[in-house]
């Protein structure tokens, strides 16, 4: 069977191990270069074009439906639970906890459930709104029931790597979070960060006031296109007597977006990460379509104030 195989950044160093292995088996292999940034993301059309019959997507869960021979191929890892006592004391006082993590470790959630148990504490898990599979897994698009979770719960805890994953999570509540990083070997709190989030929000939305171009980014990838969104906000900006235009990639290239000069502001409807990590990257602001509807709403004020 001729197969294409599909690898994160993270694990494309395992290619050519993975590719040597199947053709052992009698298979024909081919190895997608691509940048691959999750399951929403697959190579579909890389795998038509030449001319496999299944795409090896490795790394994530599966994502979304799609009318196609793949099979997913999750990484999971056993990390060190050694970091688990180190949280303790930054929850002291904190009695109901939301328990959280990705796809590679919740093979360990019942594990490290049963550790804060142990030690007193209540734990829920949070349940997937719809990309996520199980529950107490995120993904940087699916934080779940969180923002209901607030309600209930004292404290977030997040069991994993880096910030990336659990940021969505802290952006839509407002008790202690806590992460508790077994790489790194440490337990510490980003509460802080939600401020500076909302001040950056805050700032793009005033930054694009005056902005009389809109460019509406729409990513080709299978699990990202929303043609829909698109020529919804396209609609909102041109009833706002605004001009704009659906600009669309597969992969965003910021440095090519950042020679569409005649753009005075982007809106976002791919990877809703993309809006708050990568805003950096460009010279003019990039919005989420909920803070492009915030910006219309002002401009629309500022308007009516001036008459
Ligand atoms: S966070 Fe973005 S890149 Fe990751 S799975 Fe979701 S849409 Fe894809």
Known sequence: MRILLQFPEGLKQEA?????????EGN???????????ACDLAIDEAKKVGAEKLVHFGHAEFHHVDFNVEYVPYTIDAS?????????QLKGLQTICLMTTIQHVHQLEQIRRFYEENGKKVLLNR?????????????????????????????????????HPLGALLQTTKPFLVVDPFQNRAY???EMRERHRKRSRGKILASLKSKNFGILVSTKNGQYNMVLAKLLKKKIEQSGLTAAILVSNTLDFDSLNNMLEFDAFVNTACPRIAIDD????????????????????????RLAAR
Request: hydrophobic content about 45%; proline content about 4%; some cysteine.
């Open 28 to 38: 024909e292999v081919i190895i997608s270069a691509s940048p691959t940034f999750g």
């Open 128 to 164: 997937p709104n719809g990309f996520a599979k199980v529950n107490g897994q995120i993904l940087g698009c699916d934080d779940g029931n969180v923002m209901v979770l607030d309600r209930s719960v004292d404290a977030f805890v997040y069991f994993g790597g880096g910030i990336f």
């Open 279 to 302: 805003t950096e990257r460009l010279r003019k602001p990039l919005l989420s379509a909920n803070e492009l509807t915030e910006a219309l709403r002002l401009i629309a004020e500022t």
């Open 16 to 24: 050519l191990k993975h590719a040597k292995k199947l053709e052992a």
């Open 189 to 191: 709190r980003i509460d």
């Open 81 to 89: 639970l050694d970091v688990l006592p180190s949280s303790l004391d």
